[in-house]
């Protein structure tokens, strides 16, 4: 599903405008990605939560040159599903 598509749906379903619900859609993720930036997790009650993980630092190699290469440690976005939410997906996949 696109973000077009989630747009068009709860547009439809709420009766609000398309241009509207894209704007408030948009919005939201920048939110979500402002929030991670500044080091804070986002919590969404029967949802789930955006959270920051941090890589330590590894050692990888660089296959073209055969050599190996440090990655350093860093930060990166993750998605962490509600045990609700993953629930209802394990119940409506095996419905199917």
Known sequence: MTKAEIVAN????SGIEK???????????????????QGNNV???GFG???VKERAEKTGR????????????HNIPAFKPAKVFVESVKKSVAVK
């Not at 704007?23 to 991670?36: I, Q």
């Not at 660089?62 to 440690?73: C, F, G, H, M, R």
């Open 49 to 51: 939560s955006f959270i």
């Open 43 to 45: 919590y969404l009650r």
């Open 62 to 73: 660089n296959i073209s040159k055969n050599t190996t290469i440090k990655i350093p440690a």
């Open 10 to 13: 709860i547009s439809e379903k």
């Open 19 to 37: 241009a509207d619900v894209l704007r408030v859609v948009e919005d939201f993720m920048v939110e979500v990605k402002d929030s991670l930036n």
